[in-house]
């Protein structure tokens, strides 16, 4: 009997460690912006359009970073051929723009987001607005805010913010 109560403790122990290392993985997250979206499914577009802008190692970084991240159906609605001409090593300036201007210095949390204009990593500036717990970024919504990395979070759109 002492050793059946001995066997419960213990894996009653056992599973509050999980718990324990499970909570503390999701209050800090191991995977950095670029691991988060590779891992997500549906941000190949971007993925494969920070590779050929060159900005893997600074989305990489220590950061914080705040990432407009716009799904591949976001890129999809972009006219016929933008995307992969933007890919091509000769647009890789234009490209670069374009994905700076998605990402906004420091780790902004849905519920600190408030309606204003926000400056950009490339030097622009995005239109926010936040009414009802809802968010837009120059128009396009967030479908889904506070996706945790190591290095900051990702704010997921459904559409392509272009810069002026």
Known sequence: MKFIKSLGIAALLVSSINTAVFAAEAAAPSKDIVAVASSAGSFNTLVAAVKAAGLVETLQGKGPFTVF?????????LPAGTVESLLKPENKEKLVAILTY????????????????????????????????????????????DVAASNGVIHVIDTVVLPK
């Open 69 to 77: 991240a716009p799904t591949d159906e976001a890129f999809a609605k």
């Open 102 to 145: 998605h990402v906004v210095a420091g780790k902004v949390m849905a519920a600190d987001v408030k309606t204003g204009k926000v400056k950009t990593v490339n030097g622009q500036e995005l239109d926010v607005k936040a009414w009802s717990g809802k968010v837009s970024v120059n128009g396009a919504k967030v479908t889904a805010a």
